[in-house]
């Protein structure tokens, strides 16, 4: 479990360094902000997210769905106000940023699997 957790912690790690490259108008410093980035992200996932999902939930359900976007915006912009040397640079970046984490993370942790699996 623990094992786990670290491996995550890494490739969002990575993930959030290669999405500072990208032209999303997210920036982060040096890889030390990016591993803060990476605890700040899955505390606020964890923590706040739920709560602001549970009370945007009759909006969230009128825009069938498209609202969690901008909650995940919301907190990814909130887990960047805590996290010096952490940016977003316009609502593209607070909106885009989530779901281009959650895609580069998905292809790293797919790609960890199997170089796993065949090793």
């Given amino acids: 479990m623990l094992a786990y957790l670290l491996v995550t912690w890494l490739v969002t790690t990575i ?6 490259r990208l032209p999303l108008g997210i920036e982060i410093d ?3 902000t990016a591993l803060w980035a990476a605890v700040a992200i899955g505390l606020c996932n964890a923590l706040i997210r739920p709560v602001l999902l549970f009370l945007t939930f009759p909006i969230t359900f009128l825009t069938l769905g498209l609202f969690a976007l901008v909650v995940n915006g919301l907190v990814f912009a909130l887990a960047a ?7 977003i640079r316009g609502c593209l970046g607070a909106l885009l940023g989530p779901v281009a984490l959650s895609c ?7 790609l960890l699997q199997l170089g796993l699996k065949g090793a």
């Fill in 104 to 110: 580069i993370n998905a292809i790293l942790l797919r």
């Fill in 81 to 87: 106000s805590l996290v010096p040397g952490f940016r």
């Fill in 15 to 20: 993930s959030l360094l290669i999405l500072a």
């Fill in 30 to 32: 040096k890889f030390g």
